[in-house]
């Protein structure tokens, strides 16, 4: 059975630092791989789709990479802003079709 | 091109009655994914149809919660005789679906069911 896990759960970083946040993947046979932010109280935002075949996407000042062999994934958030503050969500397809999320990392941007 | 559609945004019911919610998918989309988010807990998968069949209700509880997705008309998740502990949001999603697996699914706005 797939398991996400997201490291770190929470983090605050002052404006303007880059920062990373990691995801990992117990089972490598995944379809693609998705990070989505989420608002307090609110929906899905989907960011970033890697396929399988793909190393990584880019869009705007975000980076995501997927190493598929290591189960992992990390997104790449430069010159972070306070507008940036969410839930962010990582998430695998993988044969069943379904997704499986991960708990999220809370990310505060301090201005 | 509308994206995927959810009713009602916001529900409150009370202990025993029961919960309709509603998703549209997106045009051209015939696979419909739900997903539950309860409070402080991360999204769990809950059952994934097409057309006329439920292609797997692994993450469905066993009682009180069933879906369908009509020829017609929008997917439905019905929930009777709702307990406080279904206060929850609850997410659809549509895609495309091939051999591959490789669509992306689509979310919607969610609806936030309160049960009081």
């Known amino acids: 059975k797939q398991e996400v896990t997201q490291i770190p759960a929470a983090l605050s970083v002052p404006e303007g630092e880059n920062l990373v946040l990691n995801c990992s993947f117990t089972?490598?046979?995944?379809?693609?791989l998705q990070w989505f932010r989420q608002d307090p109280g609110k929906g899905l935002t989907s960011l970033l789709l890697i396929q399988s075949s793909q190393r990584e996407q880019t869009s705007g000042r975000l980076n995501a990479s997927l190493d598929k062999s290591s189960g992992r994934s990390t997104l790449y958030i430069a010159a972070s802003q306070p507008g940036d503050s969410a839930t962010y969500l990582c998430?695998?397809?993988?044969?069943?079709?379904?997704?499986?999320f991960g708990s999220g990392t809370q990310l505060t941007v301090l201005p | 091109n509308a994206g995927v559609m959810q009713n009602p945004r916001h529900l409150v019911r009370r202990r025993g009655q029961e919960a309709r919610l509603r998703c549209s998918p997106m045009k051209g989309h015939s696979h419909v994914y739900w997903y539950r988010q309860l409070p402080e807990e991360g999204l769990k998968f809950m059952v994934y149809?097409?057309?006329?069949?439920?292609?797997?209700e692994s993450g469905m509880p066993k009682e009180r919660f069933s879906a369908e997705f009509p020829k017609e008309g929008p997917s439905i998740l019905r929930i009777q005789q709702v307990v406080r502990g279904d206060s929850a949001a609850y997410f659809c999603a549509s895609s495309h679906e091939s051999g591959t697996g490789s669509y992306e699914q689509y979310f919607g706005p969610g609806t936030r069911l309160t049960v009081t």
């Open positions: 149809l097409q057309k006329e069949n439920i292609i797997d």
């Open positions: 998430a695998v397809k993988d044969s069943a079709r379904q997704l499986t």
């Open positions: 089972d490598s046979a995944i379809y693609n």
